[in-house]
């Protein structure tokens, strides 16, 4: 199920706001690994082969495995990115180390399969109200999304954690009762120049 790609890292010894200033105007990203099982390790990474990395996943939660001299794979996700809205440049990039033998907790996007009958034949509006879920699972179990095939949702229905797929090795973590995704009741349809004249006739 889980699908991985691959990212050079360089480890880097020295550390601070000028240092990082230094990296970034070298086009590299400053990045940390860090899990419950190591000390957090300081890295850099070139900036053009995290945003090619970034538009290959897009936007679902993948396996990434680091790779530098001098060092081992590291099994990883990407758990935070920080960029300047202004500069359009990233600042940061957290990666969480992960062990294939052993489960961990992760965010993984919801992904909306299908145009529901609620909206399509009966005016209702989609709100999605959870826009990602919390699952537990190994690595090689990792889905990149959970996909929601909204079809058969009708208006006032609201699909639960408890209605997601069952995904073979993923354990949903958010409360069962806890709304993602709802079909809520659209505005009754303003009546077109006329038709109410043509109403009153029959």
Same mark, same amino acid.
């Given at each position: 199920?889980?699908?991985s790609t !691959?990212?050079?890292?360089?480890?880097? @010894?020295?550390?601070?706001?000028?240092?990082?200033?230094?990296?970034?105007?070298? !086009?590299? =990203?400053?990045?940390?690994?860090?899990?419950? &099982?190591?000390?957090?390790?300081?890295l850099s990474?070139?900036?053009k082969?995290?945003?090619?990395?970034?538009?290959?996943?897009?936007?679902?939660?993948?396996? $990434?495995? %680091?790779?530098?001299?001098?060092r081992?794979?590291?099994?990883?996700f990407?758990?935070? /990115?920080?960029?300047d809205?202004?500069?359009?440049?990233?600042? &940061?990039?957290d990666?969480? *180390?992960?062990?294939?033998?052993?489960?961990?907790? /992760?965010?993984?996007?919801?992904?909306?399969?299908?145009?529901?009958v609620g /909206?399509?034949m009966?005016n209702? $509006?989609?709100?999605?109200?959870? &826009?990602t879920?919390?699952?537990?699972c190994?690595?090689?179990?990792?889905?990149?999304? =959970?996909?929601?095939?909204v079809? !058969?949702?009708?208006? *006032? @229905?609201?699909?639960?954690?408890?209605?997601?797929p069952? %995904?073979?090795g993923?354990?949903?973590?958010?409360?069962?009762?806890?709304a993602i $995704?709802?079909?809520?009741?659209?505005?009754? *349809?303003?009546?077109?120049?006329? *038709?109410?004249?043509?109403e009153?006739?029959?």
């Amino acid at each position: 199920m889980s699908t991985s790609t !691959n990212l050079k890292v360089t480890q880097r @010894e020295v550390t601070g706001r000028s240092a990082s200033r230094r990296l970034r105007k070298a !086009n590299q =990203i400053p990045a940390i690994l860090y899990g419950k &099982h190591t000390d957090p390790v300081k890295l850099s990474v070139d900036a053009k082969e995290f945003l090619q990395m970034l538009r290959s996943i897009s936007g679902r939660k993948t396996i $990434i495995e %680091l790779e530098g001299e001098g060092r081992d794979k590291s099994l990883s996700f990407l758990q935070e /990115v920080q960029r300047d809205p202004i500069k359009d440049i990233f600042l &940061h990039a957290d990666f969480q *180390e992960v062990r294939a033998d052993e489960k961990f907790e /992760v965010e993984v996007p919801i992904v909306v399969i299908g145009e529901a009958v609620g /909206v399509k034949m009966q005016n209702g $509006i989609l709100e999605i109200a959870n &826009h990602t879920v919390k699952i537990r699972c190994l690595a090689k179990d990792l889905p990149g999304a =959970i996909e929601v095939d909204v079809t !058969n949702v009708n208006v *006032e @229905e609201t699909v639960k954690v408890s209605g997601l797929p069952q %995904l073979e090795g993923v354990e949903y973590r958010d409360p069962a009762g806890q709304a993602i $995704i709802s079909i809520l009741m659209g505005e009754a *349809e303003e009546p077109k120049p006329g *038709e109410e004249a043509e109403e009153a006739k029959k």
